[in-house]
């Protein structure tokens, strides 16, 4: 019982919480140097530190309180813990779309308990629907957990096996595909499945969450809905990353599988389309086009699969004083491909073009991307840039770093010869390369400047 009481903490913050006579599930009120704090004493995990104790705020918010702060803990009560989510029948409807919905990891959607202060994982369509209801609305919602893994472990296996259950999902008339996915690595499983699943005639829908179900601000829920929502009512068939737009509650965008990528840490509208405009705008009411030229939905089952991986390839992202035997120990390990993340227009130091030459001569494939993100490889303007196309590397011109490698990835898993390589990588299949960046595909706000003030003070905030 005490053990039970004491779960997850150890040494210093265990005898605090003996010393008051607390534990895990406590609503408690504890007195610090700092300040006083009420709330719920929530279970530490094993690799955390012993000198703070975690309490769920009366907010939502989690925080740690130093222990060598604490001067007093009264208990006000204790919560028993409850688990499980309490199911309810997703209700069906002949004359509404089917969708399947595949978790790869984490919660796709799961609630607070706030009597306990546990976050409840939800994934059948039972526990979805008591979680989300308004997911009956959009559809009739069929659930497959296929991996538990965080995003950074997804891999080729991953990869394979989701573009494949994709393939005969499609084949059984699926209306429309979500797939759950840790935000951190979507971006680079968008990629992969836009060369893996080739012209779906429904549309296939990425989503996560930036924050958990335990905060006030989540994302999850809202996040969930509109991906269901597009998955079930909207014409984009493509691979699409679907997730918050401004940090509101507002509205999401709909992202290409190829010109996406996360690019802030937390933020819920870390996604962001580069070097081009977003798909779609989705809010409750509706999904609103951006742009026209995307595949649309079709009646037909038809869909290319083709899961191609050669792992054997890498990503370098180079910097000034970079030394060539990078290079060389790369090739020594048998990597078949490398992609540079280079500086500029496509631009690396000359101390590492020997390296370089010898790993081409090896019938290593080296492609050349800028890491500014924005904007094209172009080695045909200065001296430098040819040189390093003497060497054998191929610009790949606008494709995203991750999107380049995904594509190397894939391509080398069907063919090793250099032409047939070089004509797969620079043939676009979902705008990996596009002919050009329209003006509004390139944004930046500073802050503080009078001209961007002056707009934001025109928008929400």
């Given at each position: 019982m005490v053990e039970d009481r004491l779960k997850g903490y150890r040494n210093i913050s265990r005898d605090v919480l003996s010393k008051y006579k607390v534990g895990i599930w406590s609503d408690v009120e504890i007195e610090a140097t700092n300040g006083r704090f009420r709330g719920l004493i929530l279970p530490r995990s094993e690799t955390a530190d012993d000198a703070h104790i975690v309490i769920k705020l009366i907010t939502g918010y989690n925080i740690g309180i130093a222990t060598a702060t604490i001067t007093n803990i009264t208990e006000h009560g204790r919560r028993e813990v409850q688990y499980k989510i309490a199911e309810q029948e997703f209700p069906t409807d002949p004359n509404k779309p089917n969708i399947t919905l595949f978790g790869t990891g984490g919660t796709i959607a799961s609630r607070l308990d706030y009597r306990t202060g546990a976050v409840i994982p939800a994934f059948s369509p039972g526990e979805l629907y008591g979680s989300v209801p308004e997911l009956a609305d959009a559809c009739n919602l069929?659930?497959?957990?296929?991996?538990?893994?965080?995003?950074?472990?997804?891999?080729?296996?991953?990869y394979i096996k989701l573009a494949e259950k994709i393939g005969e999902?499609?084949?059984?008339?699926?209306?429309?595909?979500?797939?759950?996915?840790?935000?951190?690595?979507?971006?680079?499983t968008a990629a992969i499945l836009t060369f893996m699943v080739q012209n779906p005639p429904i549309?296939?829908?990425?989503?996560?969450?930036?924050?958990s179900s335990d905060r006030p601000s989540s994302d999850a829920a809202l996040n969930l809905i509109k991906a269901v929502k597009v998955a079930a009512e909207g014409d984009i068939a493509e691979i699409l990353v679907c997730m918050y737009g401004p940090t509101s509650d507002?509205?999401?965008?709909?992202?290409?599988?190829?010109?996406?990528?996360?690019?802030?840490s937390s933020?819920?509208?870390?996604?962001?389309?580069?070097?081009?405009?977003?798909?779609?705008m989705v809010d409750l009411d509706g999904i609103h086009e951006l742009r026209d030229d995307y595949h649309r939905r079709r009646d037909d089952r038809e869909v290319s699969i083709n899961t191609a991986f050669e792992e054997k390839v890498t990503m370098v992202y180079y910097y000034p004083n970079m030394k060539p035997d990078i290079i060389d120990a790369i090739v020594e390990k048998g990597y078949r491909g490398i992609v540079i993340a280079g500086t500029g227009l496509g631009h690396i130091?000359?101390?590492?073009?020997?390296?370089?030459?010898?790993?081409?001569?090896?019938?290593?494939?080296?492609?050349?991307?800028?890491?500014t993100l924005w904007g094209y490889v172009q080695m045909y303007v200065y001296e430098t840039g040819r040189e390093i196309m003497e060497l054998g590397v191929v610009p790949a011109a606008n494709m995203l770093p991750e999107v380049a490698y995904m594509k190397l990835c894939w391509t080398l898993g069907q063919t090793d010869d250099r032409d047939e390589v070089r004509r797969i990588m620079l043939t676009p299949i979902s705008d990996e390369i596009t002919d050009r960046e329209p003006y509004n595909g390139y944004l930046i706000f500073q802050g503080a400047i009078p001209e961007v003030q002056e707009f934001l003070r025109t928008i929400k905030r």
């Open positions: 069929r659930t497959e957990k296929l991996y538990g893994v965080f995003s950074e472990n997804m891999g080729p296996e991953q999902e499609i084949a059984k008339g699926v209306d429309g595909i979500v797939i759950g996915h840790g935000t951190d690595t979507m971006h680079h549309p296939i829908v990425m989503v996560g969450s930036q924050r507002q509205y999401d965008l709909l992202h290409r599988g190829t010109r996406v990528r996360k690019m802030h933020y819920r509208s870390a996604f962001r389309t580069i070097g081009d405009i977003p798909l779609a130091n000359k101390p590492i073009y020997e390296a370089v030459k010898r790993a081409t001569d090896k019938g290593v494939h080296v492609y050349m991307t800028v890491q």
